[in-house]
């Protein structure tokens, strides 16, 4: 314990170190935010949900925070929900047990772009009888703008954008543009102001409702913007950040501490057992590692347990046993191993006493390298398919994005968010790992 | 103990030979008998490369891999501990009967092991102490051998060679064993510290109840220690004798020219020296194997000479049959 507080004040004394070290600390802090933002469960759930769960967030989305460097404002996402807020509603109730519901859903349109896509979406409770609507739009210049009539089942979505009538009676011009153009500009330019859907309902049953929430998606949403299934891409992000981080330890701890234990006892009692030990490694190394790994996510499992076992087993007999037997080779002759022989060690006890302490100043910096590897590896895999089906992670991101198409359409937020936390965490375990490769290979000291 | 005997070590016949290649064999310790007493020290001198060191890893079973033939008997207090099975071996006779402080012994320190815990290690190892019990003897011991106590809570590349020898000793100690095999406690250090260490050994030798098996070549400061002195020769025991009478005068040719080469203080004497080298140990000559270098060969030379005693002293020469 001591010596760790002694290194890591040594350790301080590199500036790259300090800031590899902050990052570092920065990832977990992301990593204990994901964990509180969204529980298991729910990130799970939003991970693999459906229209049910994004239907409010439009598709491939930018990062709002881009619009800070726009000159011309991309347009948000503007929802109007009835059901928050009552006073929208007004209803008259006649005799005959039908009613009237008028509802005005407010909204300002101020961006220099247009929405990409309209829809309103109807909830209602009757028994037998459908509620008949009226959709009319009602823009700052005073026009109103009849859309649609329509009766409406207990949920029902009318989608502006896709209504061929609407197209036709606007000359073949896509709404969410028609709508929101000012008439009087030429060349068309978008009419900012303060618009209103007014929706006029009949129900035909006493006890009868009618709700509405009106959707203008738009071109930019959240931090972190959105993929092809509307998925705010904040989840992935946060969420690959302790996927990434606890796959590349547990894989660099796994195949370091494992590799070491083996390549010292074999060292350690020689003859045959070293040699089986350096067979097995030599035909390891041959192998070929990613389509052993492919084969195993194909006819096993992709599961994140499964891959990184994988990725265990087949690591512990690389080259790095090759590199330990070198050095365990060097120790073992050294005089005071055979001292330790002289006075009674057991040799479990110079194994794990006296041999493997010996290698571990050697160890500490690659280990640290070694973790950032193994995080690329994981999204690599996830690039490549063989991600976990069920987590969010950052290769996943990269995978939907090239599956998607997103470099050809622009969206290039959709890659460089994850190749950004990618490089970050490799970055910071390099900086660590070179400050500590200085501390514990006391040649490099003095350069 | 069970069998009351006046010699603490007792080796007969010991044989140790090296697999060297595919067909070469190394005699190193060829047919050794010697016995030591209880609170006795012996001296072991002889060229380099005769098997001194062999001898003692021999006497203390730290066997390289490449054996060829490991024989004899090495009984210790009446009992024949070549015949434990190594575990055993291990745990009731290395460090608990016989402990060693062995050549380069400043190299033979843990470098990632604090000196006071390294010198504790035996005890924790043998008498399954606690660390702290075991630092506690460990300050005792470094007290014995004049290592400050401050020095216990560092590295061994932070101590001086000297200390660092000190701390070997110390270790050898810690467990009080009735046998210390010190191979050539004082190599590689100037003369003070030598005189130093010798100096702790004299004091160990009085104080405790240790006997010694000292090898070393360094004649003159080794005779203020030795009770008895042993001559080592291509892998053979030349002659045995108690030290008075040894230094004085000495009966093998080999140790008579061994003597003559030490420098005398206040003698016009030029020391002497020894023609030629000590036979490869890979194809010792038949017959008397210092013949060859020998000033007063004669015909029986060609056999091999019996051991013959003589008042008490054993020597392996025609000369005296």
């Not at chain 1, 006029?200 to 009106?214: K, L, Q, R, W």
């Not at chain 1, 096993?300 to 690389?318: A, H, P």
């Not at chain 2, 071996?89 to 815990?117: C, F, H, I, T």
């Amino acid at each position: 314990m001591k010596s760790f507080v002694k290194n890591l004040k040594e350790l301080l004394k590199y500036p790259s170190a300090i800031a590899g070290l902050s990052m570092i600390a920065l990832l977990i802090l992301l990593s204990i935010l994901a964990l509180n933002k969204y529980p298991y469960s729910e990130a799970i759930k939003l991970w693999r949900g459906t229209e049910q769960d994004w239907y409010t967030s439009p598709k491939f989305a930018q990062p709002a925070w881009t619009n800070w460097f726009r000159l011309n404002k991309l347009s948000e996402t503007i929802t109007v929900d009835s059901s928050q807020h009552p006073d929208y509603i007004s209803v008259d109730e006649k005799s005959d047990g039908s009613s009237v519901i008028k509802i005005s859903l407010p909204f300002t349109f101020n961006a220099d772009s247009y929405q990409t896509d309209l829809a309103v979406y109807f909830k209602s409770t009757f028994k037998d009888k459908k509620p008949f609507v009226a959709v009319s739009l009602k823009t700052p210049d005073g026009r109103t703008i009849r859309l649609k009539n329509m009766a409406i089942g207990t949920t029902d979505t009318y989608r502006i954008s896709q209504d061929k009538a609407l197209i036709r009676k606007l000359d073949g011009e896509q709404p969410e543009i028609a709508l929101f153009q000012d008439p009087e500009s030429n060349p068309p330019q978008p009419l900012k102001g303060d618009y209103a859907l007014e929706i006029e309902g009949v129900t035909f049953e006493p006890g009868s409702d009618i709700n509405a929430e009106f959707i203008a998606f738009g071109d930019v949403s959240g931090i972190a913007g959105t993929d092809h299934l509307r998925r705010n891409l904040l989840i992935p992000l946060l969420w690959g950040t302790p996927v990434a981080l606890l796959f590349g330890l547990l894989a660099a701890v796994g195949t370091t501490i494992i590799s070491m234990s083996i390549a010292a006892v074999s060292t350690w009692y020689g003859g045959w057992l070293d040699n089986i030990t350096q067979r097995i490694v030599e035909i390891n190394m041959i192998l070929p590692f990613l389509p052993i790994l492919i084969m195993v996510g194909t006819f096993y499992s992709r599961s994140i347990g499964v891959i990184l076992g994988t990725v265990i087993i087949l690591g512990i007999f690389g080259s790095q046993i090759k590199t330990f037997r070198a050095m365990f080779l060097q120790t073992k002759e050294s005089p005071y191993i055979e001292a330790a022989r002289a006075y009674g060690a057991s040799d479990s006890r110079i194994i794990f006493q006296y041999m493997m302490p010996r290698v571990i100043p050697v160890l500490i910096p690659q280990f640290i390298l070694l973790i950032p590897s193994y995080v690329f590896l994981e999204a690599s895999l996830a690039i490549l398919g063989l991600g976990d089906p069920i987590l969010p992670t950052w290769g996943k991101i990269i995978d939907d994005a090239y599956s998607n198409g997103a470099l050809y359409n622009g969206w290039y937020y959709w890659v460089l968010e994850p190749a950004f936390l990618l490089m970050f965490t490799g970055l910071a375990f390099a900086m660590v790992g070179f400050a500590l490769d200085r501390i514990f290979n006391p040649r490099l000291r003095g350069q | 103990m069970a069998k009351q005997d006046t010699q603490l070590l007792k080796i007969e016949d010991l044989v140790l030979h090296f697999k060297v290649g595919k067909t070469g064999v190394v005699r190193a310790v060829d047919g050794v008998n010697f016995n030591l007493g209880f609170k006795e020290a012996v001296v072991v001198l002889g060229e380099s490369g005769c098997g001194k060191t062999s001898l003692a890893k021999a006497i203390l079973r730290l066997l390289p891999k490449n054996i060829e033939t490991y024989s004899g008997k090495v009984i210790l207090n009446g009992v024949d501990t070549m015949a434990m099975d190594d575990e055993t071996y291990r745990k009731d006779v290395r460090w608990v009967k016989m402990s060693m402080v062995p050549q380069a012994a400043m190299n033979s320190l843990n470098p990632v092991m604090k000196v006071g815990e390294q010198v504790a290690e035996p005890v924790v190892i043998h008498n399954g102490a606690s660390k702290e019990d075991a630092l506690k003897q460990a300050r005792k011991m470094f007290a014995h051998v004049g290592v400050p106590d401050q020095f216990i809570d560092r590295y061994a590349f932070e101590l001086s060679g000297g200390m660092r020898q000190r701390s070997a000793i110390a270790m050898a100690l810690v467990t009080a064993p009735d046998l210390i095999i010190l191979d050539e406690p004082t190599s590689a250090l100037d003369v003070l510290t030598q005189a130093n260490i010798f100096n702790v050994l004299k004091h160990i030798k009085n104080e405790m109840e240790t006997s010694f098996i000292l090898i070393t070549h360094d004649i003159a400061t080794s005779s203020e220690l030795a009770d008895k002195v042993a001559v080592m020769y291509a892998g053979q025991i030349v002659e045995v004798s108690d030290a008075e009478r040894f230094f004085s005068e000495p009966l093998h040719p080999y140790a008579k020219k061994l003597m003559a080469s030490v420098p005398k203080l206040r003698a016009t004497v030029e020391p002497d020296f020894i023609i030629g080298q000590p036979p490869s140990l890979l194809d010792p000559p038949t017959g008397c194997r210092f013949a060859e270098r020998c000033p007063r060969r004669f015909d029986l030379c060609k056999d091999e000479p019996p051991v013959e005693e003589k008042d008490d002293r054993l020597v392996k020469c025609w000369l005296y049959v």
